[in-house]
């Protein structure tokens, strides 16, 4: 990658040193010649900044136009102004810059839904639910009681799981190889099948047009509920085909995973409007491609709920209104397969070249 082998890191004489970071490749790059200063409180050891080692790579691996590098040490990702030390490495994500608003957006929901409370009312199960994201984050495991209003939710296009993510779930009910040799991924989760969701989503027994309620979907999600219940349940309960379209009038911030993670850390007003308690970790522990959020559902009770990210790639971040209300982040290319911007977006961040 025309950068220079890796060997041991010590600060250099003449006021330089060298930093090792390692790119998502996997790669390792010694950047040479950084400005070094003496630390006052650390008995004289020297450091560089975050941004000093940013001019260095770009200048052994220039970056396109538009693209910058974001510097991450553990869980934390670095501002310009962190200090970067010789004996320490560093991860480097090549990702877009700056963070787009939107003044609001209307979304159209495409799911289906398969109400087994109409048959499980009072007994049965428990059955096991394992909700898998498609960068393989598992959301909830756990196993679903009977009850009157219950159902399971999924989405109406098809989803896979990536190679990467596979062997811990294949042979599940949700994760399977499909004969072109992609894995398909049904992600479901409860639902309440109530009059407010009837109201909400019209639920259909029939696919209304299948422009939108895609039948490869379909039947992963019944193959899926087969696995999880049986073939005759879902035979006997069917899949409703449920749509929804709603004004949101909060605002949506577009960017990279790394530029809307330093946009948020850059902007507590934000975070503080969008409920957003802690960066850098996830309910399951620290990332630094996570949050941690606070929800409030429609019976007014609140609690905390987990997002992350895969670095480099397009998010929306949004405030979710539904049953639940709570920060929310989603894949551009999903967000845009449901949903409209209202007017265009306004770059409010030009994130790390803008900033002193």
């Not at 449920?242 to 577009?254: D, I, R």
């Not at 480099?312 to 999903?334: P, Q, R, S």
Request: proline share 6%; net charge negative.
């Amino acid at each position: 990658m025309g950068a220079s082998a890796v060997r041991e890191r010590v600060p250099t004489a003449g006021g330089s040193m060298q930093a090792t970071v390692v790119l998502l490749c996997g790669d390792s790059v010694c950047v040479d010649g950084l400005p070094a200063t003496a630390s006052k409180h650390e008995t004289g050891r020297e450091y560089s900044l975050a941004s000093d080692l940013r001019c260095g790579l770009e200048q052994l691996i220039p970056p396109p136009i538009g693209v910058s590098y974001y510097f991450f040490e553990g869980a934390s990702m670095l501002s310009d102004a962190d200090k970067i030390f010789a004996d320490r490495t560093y991860q480097a994500v090549l990702s877009e810059q700056g963070v787009k608003k939107f003044p609001g957006f209307t979304e159209h929901a495409y799911r289906l839904v398969f109400f087994y409370g109409q048959k499980y009312a009072t007994s049965g199960g428990p059955w096991h639910l394992r909700t898998i994201l498609p960068n393989g984050t598992v959301d909830q495991d756990r196993y679903l009681p009977s009850g009157g209003e219950r159902g399971l939710i999924s989405y109406a296009y098809p989803q896979s799981l990536l190679n990467d993510f596979v062997e811990a779930h294949l042979g599940t009910p949700w994760v399977w190889e499909r004969p072109d040799g992609t894995h398909a991924l049904v992600q479901t989760w409860p639902t309440q099948f109530n009059e407010v969701f009837k109201q909400k989503f019209n639920p259909q027994q029939q696919n209304p047009d299948p422009t939108k309620f895609d039948e490869v979907a379909v039947a992963e999600f019944k193959h899926c509920l087969g696995q999880m219940f049986s073939q005759k349940d879902v035979v006997e309960i069917g899949v409703q085909y449920c749509h929804s379209e709603t004004n949101n009038e909060k605002p949506a911030y577009v960017g990279s995973a790394e530029a809307l993670i330093d946009f948020l850390k850059e902007h507590p007003e934000v975070r503080t409007e969008m409920d957003i308690l802690q960066m850098g970790t996830t309910l399951d522990g620290p990332n630094a491609w996570g949050f941690i959020c606070r929800y409030v559902d429609g019976k007014g009770r609140s609690g905390t709920k987990g997002f992350s990210m895969d670095p480099a790639y397009k998010y929306v971040l949004y405030t979710k209104m539904g049953w639940e209300t709570m920060a929310c982040v989603k894949l551009l290319e999903h967000f845009e397969r449901e949903a409209d911007m209202k007017q265009p977006g306004i770059l409010i961040s030009q994130a790390n070249k803008d900033r002193s």
